[in-house]
């Protein structure tokens, strides 16, 4: 063999793993903010779900932020418990809708336009941001709420807790008391 043929044949076998090893660099970043929204992985027979409990992340938004002490959101909260017993799923799903619906609600009140079907759940909340009805802070809780929920909807993930379940529908009376007081202050 000379040295020719010995140089092609290291170039043959060196070109793909150094290829390899370059994207991987120069997509490091994207790469990194891609991983953890990895839930679930298939290779032919293989499948692995990874499922986080983000709920026990849960904080409260504002410790000055207390439920406001009204029937409906009593009963409510009663009737999110019952639930919760039952199935975490379905207490989950409901407490996110009837966050969402005050979201629309308040959307409404904020847009001169008063258009708030067919309107995104994204262009709600930019609108409630940028209008400042809702702050930094509560955007992103509202936001963890709803991948929350749309991990237990769409990817069947039943570990929760009836506690987590009950702290997340707390969570989301606590962030429709902080649109009521938003609304006081306006």
């Known amino acids: 063999m000379d040295n020719l043929t010995f140089i092609q044949k290291m170039i043959e076998v060196l070109v793909w793993p150094s290829a390899l090893v370059i994207s991987l660099i120069i997509l490091k970043e994207p790469l990194l903010k ?25 904080k409260p938004i504002n410790q000055k932020t207390n439920l406001v002490d009204n029937n409906s959101t009593i009963e409510n909260l009663n009737y999110i418990k019952s639930l ?13 809708q009837n966050l969402e619906s005050v979201m629309y609600s308040e959307f409404n009140l904020v847009n001169a336009v008063g258009r708030s079907k067919g309107q995104p759940y994204s262009h709600v909340l930019k609108e409630l941001r940028h209008s400042e009805f809702i702050d930094d802070s509560t955007l992103k809780q509202i936001r963890k709420l709803r991948d929350i929920r749309n991990s237990v909807v769409h990817l069947g993930i039943e570990e929760f807790s009836e506690q987590d379940a009950i702290n997340y529908a707390l969570t989301c009376e606590q962030i429709k008391a902080s649109f009521k007081i938003a609304k006081k202050v306006a």
């Open 34 to 58: 891609v991983i953890p929204l990895i839930s679930r992985l298939k290779f032919k027979d293989l499948e692995i779900e990874i499922a986080k409990k983000e709920i026990k992340e849960l």
């Open 84 to 96: 919760a017993k039952i199935s975490t799923r379905s207490a989950i799903t409901e407490s996110w």
